[in-house]
């Protein structure tokens, strides 16, 4: 059995590893000593996501009737985006713990935005068929 778990998860790392999702920069991907399959920014992003997704989608903390929400998520949304820029800007190299949680506030916004948008589009189609 172990050895099929750790084939299996040598298989996920080569697959994760080998889609264009990334750049895949060794000096960007190492954290706490831990090497991950995408860059820490990417990696931040796309686990977030999923927290974002199943988050609102049970406490519904962006909801796309209210203004004020959902700018601060899109605002939240461009964190990453934004320090990537000044990055390149600025010459700074913040990091990759501060890409890592630039990255996570970015995809929980994303997420959560995703989220919103699928349950806003879920009841608009239910008021038209009622
Ligand atoms: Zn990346």
New binding site residues.
């Given amino acids: 059995m172990k050895i099929y778990t750790a084939h299996a998860a040598s298989w996920l790392w080569d697959l994760i590893h080998s889609l264009p ?4 920069l060794p000096e ?1 991907s190492r954290i706490f000593g831990i090497d991950l399959p ?2 820490c ?3 931040g992003i796309y686990f977030f996501i999923i927290a974002g997704l199943v988050l609102n989608h049970f406490f519904r903390l962006c909801d796309i009737r209210r203004a004020g929400r959902l700018a601060f998520f899109i605002a939240l949304s461009l964190v990453a985006g934004a320090e990537a820029c000044a990055e390149i800007a600025f010459g700074i190299d913040p990091g990759n713990v501060v890409r890592l949680f630039t990255g996570a506030a970015s995809g929980f916004a994303i997420g959560a935005l995703l989220s919103a948008g699928i349950s806003g589009f879920r009841s608009a189609c239910n008021k038209k068929t009622s």
């Fill in positions: 999702i990334c750049h895949h960007r995408l860059c920014r990417c990696s």
